[in-house]
């Protein structure tokens, strides 16, 4: 079976399929109604979530299937000490399909390790966030009318916003397109994410000023600055406050340009930008719905329900992953791996040679 771990397990022409099949669920809601009657969505959710959980319940539901799952893992034997291949081994006797959170990076990929049914990661720690891209490409490509030739401005937290590492390993696959990244140092791509575009070849400037660029970029991607992944309130606090999108920032932007956010928002966004045209962050939402119910659709559709998984692999590395929050730091029994790049496959983090 395929499972959703990062945006790269889906090649570019399933990405247009998607988008495809989520205008036409959007267009002819009864047509999907009960598509999925008799079946099951568990979504477990290790970490904090609005949006992602209850767009994946709502998918779900619309679609005719039904829900279960928890909320927190505090409600859930991950409080005892149980590993998450363990519990995903359970909730697969009970589910068709599984959409789970979890702080740590690389959960995602060591739970479809040891998954009967198809794993779709709604985030794992700062890594990735999948589903979070599929969302944010609907919107861009309702928005715009494209998903090439576009300058796409990130801001924000781009060091632990997993929503940027995906949304990049997506948009350097469509022609045309390039980046400003704008952080303070502090808070610039990890090096994993950074040799993505590199290898890609993919044109970026990096700048600390959300202004300098403002009236080049077609799309603008805010992010909050991701409190509970710093190690000290300090470190946060230093940071916090690094951008705020007002009205008056926005005057050089083209009339055409959006603003997207995976939401929620801290004070990155003044509340005085919600009623511009260009404040695509709420409809954003709506999309990441649709194209949820457009994933769960196609995961478990027989022929792509028949394909083999496609899993990172890699050779076996004698020692441990320096990334505290890597999996393999707090899974029992869970051998770290090293791709081609030296790099751990389930955080990416690159690993001594
Ligand atoms: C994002 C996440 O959880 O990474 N939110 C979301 O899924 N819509 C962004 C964030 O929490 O800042």
């Known amino acids: 079976m395929r499972h959703l771990l990062d945006v790269c397990d889906l090649s570019v022409k399933e990405l247009d399929e998607l988008i495809a099949l989520a205008e036409d669920i959007a267009a002819n809601k009864q047509k999907y109604a009960h598509i ?27 679609l005719g299937g ?23 081994r359970v909730v697969g006797g009970y589910a068709d399909i599984i959409a789970m959170r979890h702080p740590l990076e690389g ?29 944010d490409l609907l919107t861009i490509h309702r928005e715009e009318g494209r998903l ?30 390039s980046f400003v990244l704008i952080s303070p140092r502090e808070l610039e791509l990890p090096p994993y994410a950074l040799d993505v575009l590199k290898r890609a070849g993919v044109n970026y400037v990096v700048t600390r000023s959300l202004e300098e660029f403002m009236s080049e970029l077609d799309v603008l991607y805010m992010t909050r600055v991701q409190r509970e992944r710093f190690s000290s309130i300090e470190e946060y606090e230093k940071v916090k406050d690094c951008y705020i999108l007002t009205p008056e920032k926005l005057l050089s932007a083209k009339p055409t340009m959006r603003i997207l956010h995976p939401l929620p928002r801290v004070n ?22 649709l ?10 559709r027989d022929d792509v329900r028949s394909q083999p998984a496609r899993l990172a692999s890699g050779k076996s ?9 890597c999996i393999t730091n707090n899974e029992r029994e869970l051998p770290v791996l090293v791709n081609e790049q030296g790099r751990c496959i389930y955080c990416e983090h690159e690993l001594k040679m």
């Open 291 to 300: 194209m949820r119910m457009a994933l769960l659709v196609y995961l478990l």
């Open 107 to 135: 959960a995602a990929l060591s739970a479809a390790m040891k998954s009967y049914v198809p794993i779709i990661n709604a985030g794992d720690g700062g890594h990735c966030h999948p589903t979070q891209t599929l969302a």
């Open 268 to 289: 990155e966004i003044s509340q005085l930008v919600d009623d511009d045209k260009r404040a695509a962050y709420f409809r954003q939402t709506v999309n990441g719905k």
């Open 317 to 325: 590395y004698d020692g441990k992953c320096q990334n505290p929050k």
């Open 66 to 88: 039904q829900t279960l799952g928890f909320s927190e893992a505090s409600s859930s034997s991950a409080a005892k000490g149980e590993c998450v291949r363990d519990t995903i």
């Open 148 to 177: 090439d030739h576009l300058k796409i401005g990130l801001c924000g937290d781009l060091l632990y916003g997993r929503t940027v590492h995906s949304l990049i390993n997506a948009m350097i696959r469509y022609e045309g397109v």
């Open 36 to 62: 999925m009657d008799g079946k099951k969505l568990a979504a477990l959710f290790f970490e904090p979530s609005t949006r992602t959980r209850l767009s994946f319940e709502a998918a779900m539901l619309e």
